[in-house]
């Protein structure tokens, strides 16, 4: 059966190594990604979760490949909603790979159910996820989306 993926490409002007350290620290995560660090020790079946300022786990997963600064792997599971938690978890793949004075990252979700709820929420996510983050480290500003209006003060 050949399941739902999606692919979100885009290019940073940055080292493999700064996008690492953007995509696998919580100081960095905060900034960009729905207001929640990123908590885990990177190695292959540790757990990852995602974390609100309040402790509470927005997502979890388990790592499954790190080969720091060019791929990272984990499962994926929103918790938020009682329906998306239900389904079983999807796999991100990160890949950075160097392209002159600019990395290519390439963001793979994939491995849904037809059915999935989360697969139509995480297309548009990533988008908005992928292009704060680069915001952030071309000019040390995330942009005011990704769950980041409130803590910006964006209207």
């Avoid at 997963?61 to 994926?76: A, I, K, M, Q």
């Avoid at 989360?118 to 915001?135: C, D, H, N, Q, T």
């Avoid at 942009?143 to 409130?150: H, M, T, V």
Wanted: with cysteine; aromatic share 10%; hydrophobic share 35%.
């Amino acid at each position: 059966m050949n399941r739902p993926e999606h692919v979100y490409e885009t290019y940073i002007r940055s080292t493999p190594e700064r996008i690492w350290k953007a995509i696998t620290s919580p100081e960095f995560t905060r900034q960009y990604f729905h207001r929640m660090a990123v908590d885990s020790d990177w190695i292959i079946g540790s757990p990852v979760r995602f974390l609100y300022a309040d402790g509470r786990v927005g997502c979890e997963g388990v790592v499954r490949e790190c080969d720091p600064p060019t791929r990272l792997s984990y499962t994926w599971r929103f918790l938020f909603d009682e329906a998306v938690a239900a389904e079983r978890p999807s796999t991100v793949v990160f890949e950075i790979t160097p392209q002159g004075e600019a990395c290519r990252l390439r963001i793979v979700h994939g491995d849904f159910d037809a059915d999935s709820k989360v697969y139509p929420m995480i297309r548009e996510g990533w988008a908005e996820v992928a292009s704060s983050l680069k915001s952030l480290l071309e000019t040390g500003t995330a942009l005011a989306i990704a769950g980041n209006e409130e803590e910006r003060g964006a209207a």
